[in-house]
C-alpha cells in the first residue's frame, strides 16, 4: 500500500508480488548515484546503492524486470515504476518526480513487497509544501529532521519553517531566542531536507509579528508604535517602522544572512498582519487622504525585492496587507510570489476580517498582475479543499499547509492532520481514513479500518477544552452544545480504549482528547450543578438524583486525569528533550487539580445542601451574547452602590468574538449584589447582548432601568427582558474604523439593579 494514494495501477491479474524483504540493490544512472544513495541515507532505507552504465537520467531498477518503463510514459513532475516478479523498475522525466518516485519505493520497502504491475503517478500542484512555526515554539533540530522525514513520505517537496529571530543570525545579537537554530544546525536541516527529496525554505516576517525582537533593548527603537498606536484599539508592539533608515538597514543584514545559509530558490519574507503601519510621526506624514498606508508598504515592498533579488532568490510574501493597505498592490514588482491564506473554508471568495468579512476575489487580483500563487490553509480538508475549488483553472504554484504557534505542544499531534492533508496538493482530494491510518500505523498493522474510524470519529468531535474547573465561576446555563460535544468524546476515548496498541501519532491524539474531554465535562457539571444546587435550596430537597449523576461524572474526570497527568512529560522527553519545558507539562501534571477541588466543594454540598455550602460565588454577573459580526471586540464590566464611582470588575476581550455567530456568554463572581453596573463594548464591529444578569443561590435578577447610555448603543431597553431580543454595540465598519486616528466613542449603558 502506498499513501498518498497512487492515481493508477494496473495490475497484473494474478496477484503475483515481488519481494522486497531481503537485501536489495539499487541499480542507478551514473549521474543520480550520488542522489540516490543521500536519499536511502536520509531514509534509513536498507538496500545498497551502485550505478549502472546502461541506465540514463532519471532511472533505477531492483533485480531483473522484464519490463523496464520510459521516461516520456511519465508525467511531468510524475513517476511510472513497473514490477514483475523479477524485479522492479522507475523512470521520471525531471528530478520532483524522481524524488517522488522515491518516495514511493521508500514505503514499498517498509511494507516489504510490491504488486506486481505498472504505477503511474503524478501530482495535483508542483509544489507541496508544509509549514513549521519554530518562531513560536523552537524545536530541536533532531526534533525538525523527524518531521521532514515524516512528511516526506507523503511527497511532500518543500517545508516553510517560520524563525522570526529564532535562528542565531549575527545581526540578531543576543535577541535570537536561546532556544532558536545556530546557522549550522540550520544547514544541517536544510542538507537533510534536500537528501529527502524535500526544499527547506526559511520564512521570515520583515514587518509585522517582530515582538519578540522589539522587546529586546537593542531594537525597540525600531517599532513603528514607539510613539503609541495610531489607534487606541490597536495595543501592538509588533512592527516595524518601515521609514526609519535603521529598519532597512537591520532588514538588509537579515536577507543577506539568511540567504547566505539557504540554498533555496524562495524567500519568504512574510509582512502579513501589520496593521499598525503610520503610527509614528515619520510615517504618518506620508499616508494618504484616507488614511491608507499603501504608498509605505508599496516602497517598503520595493525595497525588499531588490534586497531579496539581488542575492539570486525569488521573493515570497503574504497577499492580506495588500488588500488592506489601499493601492500597494497596483505598485509592487509582479514577478513577486503570493501566500495567499485562509484557514477557514471558502465559499464562493474569500472573506477578509479586516474588511467586515466582505468578499475579495484575492486569486483573480494577484494571478491578472502576474504574481504566482501559493495556496495556503491549515490541515482542515474542507479549508484545503475548498481553496483548490475557488482557485481552478488560475495557475498555481503549489499548496501550503501552514501549522501556526505549537502552543506548548508537541509536533506528533499534528501528524494525522498533515497526513490527511497530504494527499490534497498529490491527488486533488484528502486521504481515505483507513489509508492515513495504514500509513501512521504500517500497513501490516492489520487494523488500518479500525483505526480509520477512528481518525473519522476525532475529525467529527471537538478537541479544545473548556476552563477545566479552574475559573468555577458558572454562567447558569444548560449548554446543550457542550453536552452533547463530552457524549461524543466520551465514546470516541471509549473507542481509543478498545485498542491495545495505537501508533504514535494516536497515543499523542488520545491524551490530547481527554484533557480536553476533562475541561469540557467540568464545564458541563459546573454548569448542571449550579442549576440543581440552586433548585436544590429553593425547594428544600436534601437529597437529588441528578446531582448524585453529576458527582459520579465528575469522580471519573477527576480518574481519567490522575491516569494521564505524567503524559505531558513523557511527550516532552520524547519529542522535545533539550528544550525549556512545554506549557502542556505543566497542564496535564496540573489535570487532576481543579476538578478534585470542585468535586471536594460538590461532595460538601451533597452531604448538606444550604447557602453555607453553596460552592459558587454568592453573586454571579452573567453576560448574554449575540455574536453579530465576529471581529475584534472588547468588553469593560464596571459595579457601584451610588451610580457615581464605579469599581472596575473586567476589561479585556469579549470573548464570545472569537467563536462563530450565535449565543454565548462570560460570567464574573461577585461577593454583592450592586445598585449599578457599567457595561462598555468597544472594538471594531457590532456585538448585540440579550442580558445583563445577576445570579445567586436565590434566583436570576435582570436589571429594573436603563439608567443612562451613550455612544452606539441600540435599543438598551431590551436588557430589561428576559427574552431572545438584543442590544446592539458599536458601529459596524472594521476598516474605516482601523484606518481613522479618532479614538472611538465609548459604548456605554449603565443598568440600575
Known amino acids: 500500500m502506498i499513501y498518498p494514494k497512487v492515481r493508477n495501477f494496473e495490475g497484473m491479474g494474478d496477484g503475483t508480488k515481488y519481494s522486497l524483504r531481503e537485501r536489495q540493490t539499487l541499480h542507478v544512472s551514473p549521474d543520480q548515484r550520488e542522489r540516490v544513495a543521500a536519499f536511502v541515507r536520509a531514509s534509513a532505507m536498507t538496500v545498497r546503492v551502485e550505478s549502472d552504465a546502461d541506465l540514463k537520467g532519471f532511472s533505477l531498477r531492483m533485480g531483473e524486470c522484464v519490463r523496464f518503463p520510459e521516461a ?214 506620508k499616508l494618504d487622504d484616507e488614511g491608507s498606508a499603501g504608498a509605505i508598504f508599496s516602497d517598503y515592498i520595493g525595497f525588499l525585492h531588490a534586497e531579496v533579488t539581488s542575492h539570486g532568490k525569488q521573493m515570497w510574501m503574504w497577499d492580506d496587507m495588500l488588500f488592506y493597505h489601499k493601492g500597494s498592490l497596483e505598485r509592487i514588482p509582479r514577478d513577486i510570489g503570493m501566500n495567499i491564506w485562509h484557514y477557514s473554508p471558502i465559499e464562493e471568495y474569500p472573506a477578509y476580517s479586516f474588511q467586515n468579512w466582505r468578499r475579495i476575489d484575492a486569486v483573480r487580483e494577484c494571478t ?90 476525532l475529525a467529527c468531535v471537538p478537541s479544545s477544552g473548556g476552563a477545566g474547573g479552574a475559573a468555577n465561576i458558572p454562567r447558569y446555563w444548560a449548554w446543550p452544545g457542550t453536552a452533547a460535544a463530552v457524549r461524543r468524546q466520551r465514546e470516541l476515548l471509549k473507542a481509543f480504549d ?41 425547594n428544600g430537597l436534601r437529597k437529588s438524583a441528578c446531582l448524585d449523576r453529576q458527582i459520579e461524572l465528575l469522580t471519573e474526570s477527576v480518574e481519567l486525569a490522575q491516569s494521564i497527568e505524567d503524559r505531558g512529560r513523557v511527550f516532552h522527553q520524547r519529542y522535545a528533550d533539550g528544550q525549556n519545558e512545554r506549557p502542556m507539562v505543566r497542564r496535564f501534571s496540573e489535570l487532576p487539580k481543579a476538578p478534585a477541588q470542585l468535586l471536594e466543594a460538590l461532595r460538601t454540598f451533597q452531604a448538606e445542601p444550604s447557602p453555607e455550602t453553596w460552592p459558587y460565588p454568592a453573586v454571579t454577573l452573567c453576560v448574554d451574547y449575540l455574536i453579530v459580526d465576529r471581529c475584534a471586540q472588547r468588553l469593560r464590566i464596571a459595579v457601584s452602590d451610588d451610580g457615581e464611582s464605579f469599581d472596575e470588575l473586567y476589561a479585556g476581550p469579549a470573548r464570545a468574538a472569537s467563536g462563530a455567530s450565535g449565543h454565548a456568554c462570560q460570567s464574573f463572581g461577585l461577593t454583592s449584589i ?70 472611538l466613542p465609548a459604548n456605554v449603558a449603565v443598568l440600575g439593579y
Not at 490597536?234 to 547566505?260: G, M, S, Y
Not at 447582548?689 to 441600540?714: Q, Y
Open 674 to 743: 450592586p445598585r449599578f453596573v457599567q457595561v462598555e463594548i468597544g472594538g471594531f464591529a457590532a456585538l448585540g447582548l440579550r442580558h445583563i444578569r445577576l445570579e445567586t443561590i436565590g434566583g436570576t435578577r435582570l436589571p429594573k432601568a436603563v439608567v443612562g447610555t451613550s455612544g452606539a448603543v441600540t435599543h438598551p431597553e431590551y436588557l430589561l427582558e428576559f427574552d431572545e431580543k438584543v442590544a446592539l454595540f458599536n458601529e459596524p465598519d472594521v476598516m474605516k474604523n482601523w484606518l481613522s486616528r479618532k479614538p
Open 368 to 457: 491578472e498582475r502576474g504574481h504566482p500563487i501559493m495556496l495556503c490553509g491549515g490541515d482542515g480538508i474542507d479549508n484545503l479543499m475548498s481553496l483548490l475549488r475557488y482557485a481552478e483553472g488560475y495557475p498555481l504554484e503549489g499548496m501550503l499547509v501552514t501549522q501556526w504557534e505549537g502552543t506548548g505542544i508537541v509536533q506528533e499531534l499534528r501528524h494525522s492532520g498533515r497526513a490527511f492533508a497530504a494527499s490534497i496538493p498529490w491527488r486533488g482530494e484528502p486521504g481515505e481514513p483507513e489509508d492515513v491510518a495504514g500509513a501512521l500505523a504500517g500497513w501490516d498493522n492489520g487494523s488500518a479500518v479500525q483505526l480509520g474510524e477512528l481518525l473519522t470519529m
Open 72 to 285: 516520456s510514459a511519465a508525467a511531468p513532475l510524475g513517476y511510472v515504476i513497473d514490477v514483475d516478479a523479477a524485479g522492479l523498475a522507475l523512470s521520471a522525466q525531471d528530478i520532483s518526480g524522481f524524488y517522488a518516485g522515491l518516495q514511493t519505493l521508500w514505503q514499498l520497502m517498509e511494507t516489504g513487497h510490491a504488486a506486481c504491475g505498472r504505477i503511474i503517478d503524478w501530482p495535483e500542484v508542483a509544489v507541496r509544501s508544509f509549514q513549521i512555526d519554530v518562531g513560536r515554539q523552537p524545536e530541536t533540530v533532531t526534533e525538525l529532521k523527524r518531521l521532514l522525514r515524516q512528511q516526506a513520505r507523503y511527497h511532500f517537496n518543500e517545508c516553510q519553517v517560520y524563525l522570526e529571530n529564532s535562528i542565531k543570525l549575527d545581526v540578531f545579537g543576543d535577541a535570537a531566542d536561546p532556544e532558536g537554530l545556530t546557522k549550522a544546525e540550520f544547514q544541517e536541516l536544510v542538507a537533510y531536507g534536500y537528501a529527502l527529496g524535500v526544499e527547506v525554505v526559511p520564512s521570515l516576517n520583515l514587518a509585522g509579528h517582530m515582538e519578540k525582537l522589539l522587546r529586546h533593548p537593542a531594537f525597540k527603537h525600531l517599532s513603528e508604535t514607539r510613539e503609541g498606536p495610531r489607534h487606541p484599539d490597536q495595543p501592538f508592539e509588533t512592527d516595524l517602522c518601515l521609514e526609519l533608515p535603521e529598519t532597512r538597514k537591520f532588514v538588509a543584514e537579515i536577507v543577506r544572512e539568511i540567504c547566505e545559509i539557504s540554498p533555496a530558490k524562495k524567500l519568504m519574507v512574510g509582512l502579513d498582519e501589520c496593521w499598525t503601519l503610520g503610527s509614528c510621526s515619520l510615517c504618518r506624514a
Open 498 to 538: 478498545r485498542h491495545t496498541s495505537l501508533p504514535e501519532a494516536l497515543e499523542v491524539q488520545r491524551a490530547f482528547l481527554a484533557a480536553s474531554h476533562i475541561g469540557l465535562s467540568v464545564d458541563c457539571i459546573r454548569e448542571e450543578t449550579a442549576l440543581i444546587g440552586r433548585a436544590m435550596v429553593q
